[in-house]
């Protein structure tokens, strides 16, 4: 039997040193960010905490969570901004581009050069939907600790000629997480 989202994160973070997460909140939790202005690569989660919702849910604490606060990562999702205002969104697939991105945790690279592709990740990633922009890495997943800074840089390309590309992009981190648990200590 393979270990829980629950067990790989209580296990990472007990080699980490982090004995009190045990005792934390469980919980699912999302992360995104979103940049309104067109661009070829952006740099997601840092200076998150100067863009106000609904371009970011990161909030004054920035892209580190509090102590006794992480995320274990199941699944990284890309999306499109329909306006500067960043109220309303799309997939990937409207705009036919796909994304080359790489996940950064306390400055070392944990996903470098991954693809999401515009429709055709079903070759490589089963999330169940062909016009999907997310990869699932349930089973796997990836542990974003408390007060460790991470980000995400992805660069756009066209979907069917590779060529790099320019557009609005947004990108959130989806998973299991512990949240601060006041019950014994106030």
């Known amino acids: 039997m ?3 989202a629950q067990d790989k994160m209580l296990n990472v ?3 980490l040193g982090l004995t009190t997460l045990k005792d934390m909140q469980g919980t699912t939790r999302m992360v ?3 940049q309104t202005t067109a661009a070829g690569t952006h740099t997601f989660f840092k200076g998150a905490s100067q863009r106000a919702f609904p371009l970011s849910n990161i909030g004054a604490n920035g ?5 006794n606060e992480a995320l274990l990562v199941e699944k990284i999702g890309f999306f499109v901004p329909s306006a500067a205002d960043g109220i309303a969104y799309a997939g990937l697939q409207p705009s036919d581009i796909s994304i ?3 996940l950064v945790i306390g400055n070392k690279t944990v996903m ?5 592709e515009l429709g055709g990740e079903q070759a490589f990633y089963n999330d169940g939907t062909v016009a999907s922009s997310v990869i699932d890495l349930e ?3 990836i542990l974003i600790p408390p007060q ?3 980000y995400v840089v992805a660069k756009v390309f066209g979907a069917t000629d590779r060529v790099a590309g320019s557009t609005r992009l947004g990108c959130y981190l989806f998973g299991t997480g512990a949240l601060l648990n006041f019950n014994t200590t106030i």
């Not at 892209?63 to 102590?67: A, E, G, K, M, T």
């Not at 470098?112 to 999401?116: L, M, N």
Request: aromatic share 14%; proline share 0%.
């Open 2 to 4: 393979g270990m829980s």
């Open 13 to 15: 973070a007990s080699r």
């Open 32 to 34: 995104y960010d979103s």
């Open 63 to 67: 892209n580190q969570f509090q102590v």
């Open 100 to 102: 080359k991105f790489d």
């Open 112 to 116: 470098k050069d991954v693809t999401c």
């Open 139 to 141: 089973g796997v997943g």
């Open 148 to 150: 460790v800074e991470y």
